[in-house]
């Protein structure tokens, strides 16, 4: 029974197993060569670094889940994050503009793409893409491409105060992480982005609502969007008129990185946290080594295609075996290695 | 009459035919080289990990120009070896025998330049272009040196190779608009314009209703007139008996039983499938149970006619659904039969709320007011849908998730899945169904087909629907599974659901339901009660011949 957990949490975690080993070895390496990597002051910089992303590719967890991808995520950071700011300056207590803008954020994501890509079936990349490139032009309209300084100094905590000696962006990311679980483990919400991300139609014909649940995931996007506002606008203590699209190809990336399914159907946010959490000591041994930081991306784009494809070649069985069902495949008999597999355990 | 008299009497039927081409056969065998096959796959095994799926089994096409079966049931094997014979798959061991010469096949291109062609069980082609364009797909349209591809020319010899299977469409329609059984026919075009001699059909028939299957059979017949070969896979006996000259039988794996068809009856190719044991006990079971279900059925019928389970009136769907009534009493299997197209899923689909209708739903009285699959659902309807794969379940999740994914949502959505509750649930449905599954975690692409088939079913039996509506319940699966969710059924219906089965199989239907209602253009042209019902009077009907 005692040996038993550990066992099952490792073998919970095959779907994520190369970035976790990675990231193992990474930290050690730097841990070991760097000096200051393992003080407390760095580990803290490390996460608040991923903080933003962390959020971000939690709600894009879901996302991918359901068979899609949020291309927009980052540039409702941005809308939120000048949302925010029109809020405060109208004079809203802070209090009240905070819980606002993470429901604008909500509504935006529900309301553009989760409602277009659901209700109407249009696809998620078109959908998002456009919003993507029209909300990155609103912002720009509506800052009007100046800097708005936010002076509240309750976002000043949530971006760089502490709690019981803890940085309050850890604080958030720790809480979404908790409710991202419940939702993925404990409801029949998680369940049913799991049975819509597999087959959409299996899921409609048992009596799921797919375009609510569809509808809930873009919402749950935008709702992460709508708090990473509050992270990103209390760190700099002002909504910049900057957009960084790259942010939510970043998340995809994480969330790859974590093992869950670009098909839908398949992963989990506890793998996503991993992804995020090689992205950050990359990022941070990098920098601390002297590294160009531009070499960040290089290795995890390098990484995020040998994960995908080790993972692939322990599954076939070897390259050769991969190969030749890629062929396979060609051939048009998508389902004939499946079906062998299924003869295998008839037998 | 019984499933095992109806399959007996094709059997003699069909042995007289076997007879009469084998002695057709003789005489074109004595110009091929004496005794030697066209074809010969020999001790061929092949391992995946730890599993044999192929132990020594053995393929012989006697002489060009034969059309030979190839049955077994799900594991049995029988999709390796069609995967070694296309060079999808690589064996372990084992010779292949081309002509007398021994050859390795490589890839599928490989098998394609020997003249071995693989029409697998989904139409590969492309729906948009047109039947020339995807009989000449991979670059092989009639080209000229400056003008390019010459489409006259190209569409002639497209029509030319349609002709030859004895099927006359423009070669310019798409193939998308085609019927399948149609599709199925430019595939084979397809191969025959590649120059193939032989011809693997892997379950041409399972998404054909007869007269279209009689279609396809003519063109086998054409081909092994012209000297090309065909292997036919099918789990269907009967056609099996109709077409095949000589049969190969798989079982785990090895080659159990092979030879001319004459020597081949229904219950034998059974018994090869099965293993002997295993046949006894089918046919104990299929003989007891056909007549009780029918008669408590009937008793039933008769005590609860005022207020049928499912009532439908004046459902119609446009030009899909005429105008259909049709009563199903609690306890009763009522039968839907007609060639494809005739509306028998369209009319599924439509009292579950999965396409739009017009018309009544009436459940035990309450007319259906939203339609929709979660009213239906919330009313105590269960659909399972053709096609288990894409409809009927979401592969990589668990057994356990498929199976509760509705029985559980009663509990109220705030509640935790997963609890005790839903694994007691789940338990009892892997027992009663007799799922075989490594664990109720296992995805369900791990399940054989049978087993897949029936975590869909179970579904519904675990949400105790008391309406089933079921499209091609044991489509692609195995004997015993078949009989397995057949005995499921006639639980479900003895237990008082109200049970619709759509089948393109009449054999299936008269095994199971109480009385057949046969639609043609999505109208129904007759009812008929068990003792009117046949093959033939189904057949009459349902081609429009009243």
């Not at chain 1, 803290?44 to 967890?61: D, P, Q």
């Not at chain 1, 809020?87 to 989760?114: C, D, S």
């Not at chain 2, 057949?516 to 046949?534: D, K, W, Y």
């Amino acid at each position: 029974m005692t040996a038993a957990l550990p066992r099952r949490a490792w073998a919970a975690t095959h779907r994520f197993r190369p970035v976790l080993l990675i990231l193992a070895a990474l930290f050690l390496l730097f841990g070991v060569t760097q000096e200051g990597f393992l003080d407390a002051t760095n580990l803290r910089n490390l996460l608040t670094g991923v903080s933003i992303l962390w959020v971000l590719a939690l709600g894009m967890t879901f996302v991918l889940i359901s068979a899609g991808v949020d291309l927009s995520a980052a540039a409702i950071v941005a809308l939120a994050g000048v949302f925010l700011a029109r809020a405060l300056g109208a004079g809203a207590p802070p209090g009240v503009a905070i819980v606002l803008t993470v429901l604008f954020g909500g509504l935006v994501g529900a309301g553009v793409n989760g409602l277009l890509i659901g209700r109407l079936g249009l696809s998620f990349f078109v959908v998002t893409l456009g919003s993507m490139t029209a909300l990155t032009g609103i912002v720009s309209l509506w800052s009007q491409t100046e800097t708005q300084f936010v002076t509240a100094r309750l976002l000043r905590e949530i971006g760089m105060g502490s709690i019981l000696g803890i940085a309050t962006p850890i604080w958030i990311m720790a809480a979404t992480l908790l409710v991202a679980l419940w939702i993925q483990h404990r409801t029949y919400l998680g369940r049913d982005i799991y049975a819509v991300g597999g087959s959409r139609v299996a899921a409609r014909l048992a009596g799921i609502r797919t375009v609510r649940t569809t509808v809930v995931v873009y919402g749950i996007s935008g709702l992460c969007a709508g708090i990473a506002a509050l992270i990103a606008v209390g760190r700099i203590g002002a909504a910049s008129p900057q957009v960084d699209n790259a942010i939510a190809l970043q998340a995809a990336a994480a969330v790859l990185l974590g093992g869950t399914s670009l098909m839908g159907g398949a992963g989990g946010v506890g793998g996503t946290v991993f992804g995020v959490l090689f992205i950050g000591v990359l990022q941070n041994g990098l920098s601390i080594a002297g590294v160009q930081s531009f070499w960040q991306q290089v290795v995890t784009g390098v990484i995020l295609v040998l994960a995908v494809l080790g993972d692939r070649i322990s599954a076939a069985g070897g390259v050769r075996p991969l190969i030749a069902a890629a062929r396979a495949r060609l051939a048009a008999t998508a389902d004939r290695p499946s079906d062998t597999a299924n003869e295998g355990s008839s037998a | 009459m019984s499933a095992t008299e109806a399959s007996a009497r094709s059997a003699s039927g069909a042995a007289a035919t076997g007879a009469a081409t084998g002695a057709a056969a003789t005489a074109r065998g004595a110009e091929a080289p004496h005794g030697a096959p066209q074809l010969l796959l020999d001790d061929v095994r092949k391992r995946f990990g730890g599993v044999h799926a192929l132990r020594g089994a053995r393929l012989a096409l006697t002489r060009p120009g034969v059309v030979h079966g190839l049955i077994g049931a799900n594991g049995s094997g029988k999709s390796t070896l069609l995967g070694v014979l296309s060079g999808q798959q690589r064996p372990d061991a084992g010779r292949i025998v081309l002509d007398g010469a021994e050859i390795a096949l490589t890839s599928p291109l490989a098998a394609l330049r020997h003249g071995i062609a693989m029409v697998s069980q989904e139409t590969a082609l492309a729906p948009d272009l047109s039947i020339a364009e995807n009989v000449f797909l991979g670059g092989r349209l009639v080209r000229r040196r400056v003008r390019g591809i010459d489409w006259r020319a190209s569409n002639a010899r497209a029509a030319e190779l349609l002709a030859s299977l004895g099927l006359d469409e423009d070669p310019a329609t798409p193939v998308g608009r085609l019927r399948p059984d149609r599709q199925q026919m430019v595939e084979i075009a397809r191969a025959l314009s590649q120059e193939a001699r032989i011809l693997i059909l892997d379950e041409p028939t399972s998404s054909l209703g007869d007269d279209e299957v009689q279609a396809l059979f003519a063109a086998v017949r054409r081909l092994r007139a012209r000297g090309v070969s065909t292997i036919f896979v099918s789990h269907r006996l009967p056609e099996l008996l109709a077409l095949a000259d000589e049969l190969t039988v798989l079982r785990d794996g090895e080659t159990v039983a092979a030879g001319p068809i004459a020597d081949f009856d229904a219950d034998r190719i059974v018994e090869a499938m099965v293993g002997p044991a295993v046949a006894e006990r089918a046919r104990a079971r299929s003989g007891a149970a056909t007549r009780p279900a029918a008669a408590t059925a009937g008793s039933t019928t008769t005590t609860t006619a005022s207020v049928p389970a499912l009532r439908l009136r004046g459902v119609g769907a446009p030009g899909l659904l005429r105008e259909v009534d049709l009563d199903v009493a609690a306890g009763e299997v009522v039968g839907l039969a007609g060639v494809v197209g005739a509306g028998r899923s369209e009319l599924l689909e439509a009292i579950f709320g999965a396409l739009p209708a017009s018309g009544t739903v009436e459940l035990h009285g309450s007319a259906l007011r939203a339609r929709d699959p979660r009213a239906a659902i919330a009313a105590g309807v269960g659909y399972l849908p053709p096609d288990r794969k894409h409809q009927g379940l979401v592969l990589q999740r668990s057994v356990a998730d498929n199976l509760a994914m509705v029985a559980t949502r009663d509990a109220g959505r705030l509640r935790a899945p997963g609890g005790a509750a839903e694994r007691a649930l789940v338990g009892e449905a892997i027992a009663t169904l007799r799922i075989v599954a490594a664990s109720p975690a296992a995805p369900v692409s791990t399940l054989s087909g049978g087993n897949q088939q029936k975590v869909a079913l179970g579904r519904w039996i675990a949400a105790r629907s008391r309406v089933l509506l079921l499209d091609e319940p044991t489509r692609g699966v195995d004997v015993a599974a078949k009989a397995e969710i057949h005995r499921l059924l006639r639980a479900a219906a003895a237990d008082g659901a109200a049970l619709l089965v759509s089948s393109s199989e009449t054999e299936e239907l008269l095994a199971l339901c109480d009385r057949i209602v046969v639609l043609a253009r999505g109208e129904v042209v007759a009812s008929l009660t068990a003792e009117e019902a046949s093959e033939e009077a189904v057949a009459r009907f349902a081609g429009g011949h009243a």
